[in-house]
């Protein structure tokens, strides 16, 4: 069944530590995006990929990096983990149209103490 | 720049009854329209969206949403309700962006909380 797979659903760490969120799709979909989603607040879009070697910072500033290898997969890497970096974040994709709707994995929580 | 304006952050209501959730946007050109729903600790999933012709859209679960160019709105709506639509509901405009992708900005969403 074709989807958008996120891992860890949870992730508690230490402050300075390295970590890495995943994201695979199994549609095919060309752009890739990833969120950050804040209790009581808008998703803000950190990044995006138009395809394969194909990275863009979003509308909100973020200190994490994104990198995309393959088609499928979409990793968002923090390299020292801060507090202030606790959030969810919520990886989508989508097909090159216009119009069309964004595929959202089910999120991470990253709590970093 | 479009932005997106969801005017309740939560919505109490009781079971069976009708609900409105609304969202107002501001955008300078033509705009597709899309309401997510996200139940607790879990992704997006889309409920409804539009793109063209006719204004009222529907979902496969009851409810719909009408786009209203004049008043630059598209609000949710359910004639009765049910506990199982608790959720938090989010609407959002697609920008299509310069290099070709669709950047899709959202509302703060509005809590609905069904009550038996």
């Known amino acids: 069944e074709a989807d958008i797979y996120q891992t860890p659903r949870y992730l508690v760490i230490g402050t300075g530590k390295k970590i890495t969120l995943e994201c695979s799709q199994t549609?095919?979909?060309?752009?890739m995006y990833w969120y950050q989603q804040d209790p009581g607040m808008e998703l803000h879009l950190i990044h995006y990929?138009?395809?394969?070697?194909?990275?863009e910072k979003g509308d909100l500033s973020s200190e994490s990096t994104v990198s995309r290898i393959r088609t499928e997969h979409f990793p968002l890497t923090l390299e020292s983990a801060r507090p202030s970096h606790t959030s969810q974040y919520l990886c989508a994709s989508s097909e090159s149209r216009q119009g069309v709707e964004a595929f959202f994995g089910q999120g991470t929580r990253l709590t970093v103490v | 720049a479009q932005s997106v304006t969801q005017l309740d952050s939560q919505v109490p209501v009781f079971e069976e009854a009708p609900v409105e959730l609304r969202c107002n946007y501001s955008s300078s050109v033509s705009v597709y329209l899309f309401w997510y729903v996200q139940y607790p600790n879990q992704g997006l999933q889309l409920l409804l969206k539009y793109l063209s012709g006719s204004t009222l859209v529907e979902s496969i679960n009851g409810f719909e949403a009408e786009f209203n160019k004049s008043q630059t709105s598209f609000h949710l709506r359910k004639p009765s309700v049910h506990i199982s639509d608790t959720a938090e509901y989010f609407c959002a405009v697609s920008e299509w962006g310069s290099g070709g992708y669709n950047k899709l900005i959202f509302g703060a969403g509005t809590r609905l909380a069904v009550h038996p």
């Open positions: 549609m095919g979909h060309d752009k």
């Open positions: 990929s138009y395809g394969v070697n194909s990275t």
